[in-house]
């Protein structure tokens, strides 16, 4: 059946299958735009639903398990998918600072990234790693997952007095911020060697526009307000303390065409 399918996807032309992929059942989908974030708001069910919680800490126990590598948005993942950059900017970090590497991992769910980069990075001798979440996330995190290594925060300075961070990842979580502006240049007083944002919404045209996502309920039933941030505001939030060591192209999501934005990351370095 298989070979069926691939045989049947080489003979389409590009434009169907582009829009195949875009308009199945169980894609995301994104309404809008709207005017304001709160005109958003309304129309969704949000990401502190329990269920959200649940079927990631499901996913997660397994990971720590060893029964799977890591998990994203509680889909669990059998092989590692590195995003390189991310894991090269951590590194960067950890050689410059005599094999010290604690990460200030901000909105990264019950362990999405540590997973994902374990392998990797436990060749870094002194290597720490904080998540900064809603409450009962780090509940959970607290009680099922957390470890020598892995810790949870409920607040930034909480994560800084104690952590001492000197690397900060964003993987998947600005666009979903209703000030997103002012959280990053909150955090860009931290003072930390490098700031890592992947897997971001942006557009370059300027300005922010806010939507409407719509999770598949094949992962599960859930919608919350996120936006296609203006990517010259987001380069610039960081300046003067901070200069652009490199972006990249980061996770293929052909729903977001239709918005006229894409997945980005970039390394933000700290100026000296």
């Known amino acids: 059946m298989s070979d069926l399918k691939d045989t049947v996807r080489d003979w389409l032309p590009p434009a169907v299958t582009r829009w195949v992929r875009e308009h199945r059942v169980n894609d995301n989908r994104f309404e809008g735009d709207f005017g304001n974030w709160e005109d958003a708001r309304v129309r969704c069910t949000g990401y502190d639903a329990e269920e959200i919680l649940a079927k990631v800490l499901a996913a997660t126990v397994k990971v720590r398990r060893g029964e799977a590598v890591y998990e994203r948005d509680s889909i669990l993942f059998d092989t590692a998918e590195y995003v390189w950059p991310v894991t090269t900017g951590l590194l960067r970090v950890a050689t410059q600072n005599a094999g010290r590497l604690s990460v200030l991992d901000f909105g990264g769910s019950l362990g999405t990234s540590y997973f994902q980069n374990r392998a990797i990075l436990q060749a870094v001798p ?20 957390q470890d020598a290594c892995l810790r949870f925060y409920q607040s930034i300075e ?62 599960y039933r859930a919608s919350y307000p996120c936006r296609s941030l203006s990517e010259s505001s987001l380069i610039n939030v960081f300046q003067p303390r901070y200069r652009l060591l490199a972006d990249f192209p980061s996770l293929a999501f052909p729903a977001l065409r239709r918005t006229k934005s894409i997945f980005k990351g970039y390394l933000f370095e700290r100026v000296q």
């Not at 290597?127 to 607290?142: D, L, N, P, Y």
């Not at 900060?168 to 003072?191: F, M």
């Open 158 to 219: 909480d994560c800084i007095d104690e952590a001492q961070p000197n690397a900060i990842l964003l993987s998947s979580v600005i666009q979903y911020l209703e000030d997103p502006l002012r959280v990053l240049a909150r955090l860009s007083n931290c003072g930390v060697d490098m700031i890592i944002i992947d897997r971001t919404i942006i557009n370059k045209s300027g300005t922010d526009r806010i939507y409407v996502q719509h999770v598949p309920d094949s992962i």
């Open 126 to 145: 002194r290597m720490s790693w904080s998540i900064v979440e809603q409450s009962h996330f780090v509940m959970a995190g607290r009680r099922h997952i």
